[in-house]
């Protein structure tokens, strides 16, 4: 019997979707590329076979995982995938992919940062962060790096100093580093499928990727909860604040490389505009970095490229 490159794919992604947390959780391998495979596997499966059976499936994977570590499982495993689930049942009820996008990487980002909010309140005891800062300063001197940096004119004492500045922080946005983890999954995943589909269904170009406005909000409410948590005491909502901001950052960043693209390709844009942004790359990163960012949230709000509200298959 003959089965086809499609069919093949359909039942290779249901032994993914079932098997794969099962054996994660056997094993404790359970990693960003697990999450990432599960991901791939969910596009695929749903191409062909919906969003319900998917799930199924998906949950199936999920309550084997439980058979050889119990509840424990819970602390090890990731619930991206989940998202996945979300963000192609949206589209299949008619919302556009930007807006399916948003909602998709907000749970991605949520999925992702709650299991870190616990280990940033214990990371941030005065007596853990004392031990965790001797221990990077005796890895350091182990290395060799401490009497380099002594050379150059920076003695311990001053290292430490900065230690103490950089690990809390650190620490406080660990929800954050791994939301952005998340949401790089998710992307890989998503791009992935979307360049295989590539010979059958034409893709939104770069430089028309958008998100709609009131993702906006996101970075409005993390800046009002650190501005507000800083000032009422209340460091929780400081930090949440903080987390909110750094991960809208990354995306708020490729908003702003897709603006530019566009006017770069724009007709009437000229060329003194392409060579002074190559100068100022490379010898202003950070402002540059900085510029795109905010380039990226005013976008949302004034739309500078006048995209129409829903583009689907790069028509518009």
């Not at 999450?35 to 949950?59: P, W």
């Not at 920076?154 to 950089?166: D, H, I, K, Q, T």
């Not at 060329?271 to 402002?287: D, E, G, K, T, Y």
Request: aromatic letters at 16%; proline letters at 5%; one cysteine or more.
């Amino acid at each position: 019997m003959y089965i086809s490159d499609r069919n093949a794919l359909q039942y290779a992604s249901r032994m993914i979707l079932v098997l794969v947390p099962f054996f994660s959780s056997w094993f404790n391998t359970w990693s960003w590329i697990v999450e990432i495979l599960l991901l791939f596997a969910i596009f695929i499966h749903c191409r062909g076979s919906g969003v319900r059976l998917t799930a199924m499936l998906l949950a199936i994977g999920y309550l084997a995982a439980f058979i050889p570590a119990g509840g424990e499982i819970l602390a090890r495993i990731g619930f991206t995938p989940w998202a996945g689930i979300v963000f192609l049942g949206l589209k299949n009820r008619g919302m556009s992919t930007s807006h399916s996008m948003f909602w998709g990487l907000a749970l991605v980002a949520l999925f992702s940062a709650l299991p870190a909010a616990p280990v940033v309140q214990v990371a941030l005891q005065p007596k853990a962060l004392e031990v965790a800062i001797r221990e990077v300063l005796d890895f350091y001197q182990q290395q060799g790096f401490l009497s380099s940096l002594e050379k150059q004119g920076m003695s311990p004492a001053e290292f430490e100093g900065v230690l103490r500045l950089a690990v809390p922080i650190y620490y406080k946005l660990l929800p954050a580093i791994a939301g952005i983890i998340g949401m790089l999954e998710f992307g890989i995943a998503y791009w992935t499928y979307s360049y295989s589909l590539k010979r059958v269904q034409r893709n939104t170009p770069f430089y028309l990727w958008q998100l709609p406005w009131y993702a906006v909000w996101v970075a409005i409410i993390g800046l009002a909860a650190y501005l507000g948590g800083g000032y009422l005491g209340k460091s929780i909502i400081e930090i949440a604040g903080l987390n909110i901001m750094a991960m809208t950052a990354p995306v708020s960043m490729i908003m702003g490389f897709s603006c530019v693209s566009y006017f770069l390709k724009h007709p009437k844009m000229p060329r003194v505009f392409a060579i002074a942004l190559i100068f100022a790359v490379a010898f202003f990163p950070f402002i540059v970095l900085a510029g795109l960012v905010m380039t990226g949230l005013f976008d949302l709000v004034f739309n500078f490229r006048k995209i129409p509200e829903k583009i689907e298959g790069g028509e518009q």
